[in-house]
């Protein structure tokens, strides 16, 4: 079942934080966020998994609340280049490598 | 930036006709994955494969077949276009292990277009 992304959009202004959400009505293993801009690839942001590991870039920070199946990821002092669209994706296990459930996406628009 | 190539970047066929897409990596990376984009769906997955020969359905299978004879290749193949596939596809890989967490690297996608 696809993961409950909010809000689906939010426009900023340069240097404003903004919080992403991602719920999910499953137990999961991890939640992972990626980055899309226009007509190009996602690219990987941030892993969290259960148990309280994580790995991502250093400029970004999320949690994880496994009681709760949610995550937030946190966008602070925003820059222009963080224009784009947000995706959770999760998994309900680990071990294996069956494919990422995404949420519909984010979209963030960053205004000088 | 992880080596992986889709084929061909941009298709326009006809409903009926079949399609093959194809996804190369250079990082020898066990795990290949297809996904679909489309407006207002986010992504979806459309099979994977966690081993040469070895693949698995994902979440809208239908429609959709896959090889992988080899562990740099994943095909994707639509035996019979529908309007319906008209979509951006996806590839991605990942090494599902202690350093990497299955940390999924997408390729340049497709836009393939089903009159």
């Known amino acids: 079942q696809q993961p409950v992304q909010s809000p689906q959009a939010v426009i900023l202004r340069e240097g404003e934080d903004a919080v992403i959400n991602c719920s999910s009505s499953?137990?999961?293993?991890?939640v992972h966020w990626y980055r899309q801009k226009h007509g190009e690839a996602p690219v990987f942001l941030m892993i969290?998994?259960?148990?309280?590991e994580q790995k991502g870039h250093e400029k970004i920070s999320a949690s994880f609340n496994e009681k709760k199946q949610q995550s937030s990821l946190y966008l602070t002092a925003s820059q222009l280049s963080y224009s784009g669209t947000y995706f959770c994706?999760?998994?309900?296990?680990?071990?294996?490598?069956?494919?990422?459930?995404f949420g519909k996406g984010t979209h963030l628009i960053i205004q000088p | 930036d992880a080596g992986i190539t889709q084929s061909p970047r941009h298709k326009v066929t006809e409903t009926g006709t079949p399609v093959t897409l194809r996804c190369h990596q250079t990082?020898?990376?066990?795990?290949m994955y297809w996904y679909r984009q489309d407006p207002g769906h986010g992504l979806r997955l459309i099979h994977y494969?966690?081993?040469?020969?070895?693949?698995d359905k994902g979440e809208v299978s239908d429609g959709y077949s896959v090889s992988r004879s080899k562990t740099e290749d994943f095909l994707l193949t639509l035996e019979s276009a529908t309007s319906s596939q008209t979509s951006v596809y996806f590839c991605?890989?990942?090494?599902?292990?202690?350093?990497?967490?299955?940390?999924?690297?997408f390729g340049p996608g497709t836009r393939l277009t089903v009159l």
């Open positions: 969290l998994l259960k148990g309280g």
């Open positions: 494969s966690y081993g040469v020969k070895d693949t």
């Open positions: 994706g999760t998994e309900d296990s680990g071990g294996g490598a069956d494919g990422l459930t």
């Open positions: 990082e020898n990376h066990r795990y």
């Open positions: 499953k137990a999961l293993y991890s």
């Open positions: 991605a890989i990942s090494e599902s292990n202690l350093v990497s967490y299955n940390e999924q690297f």
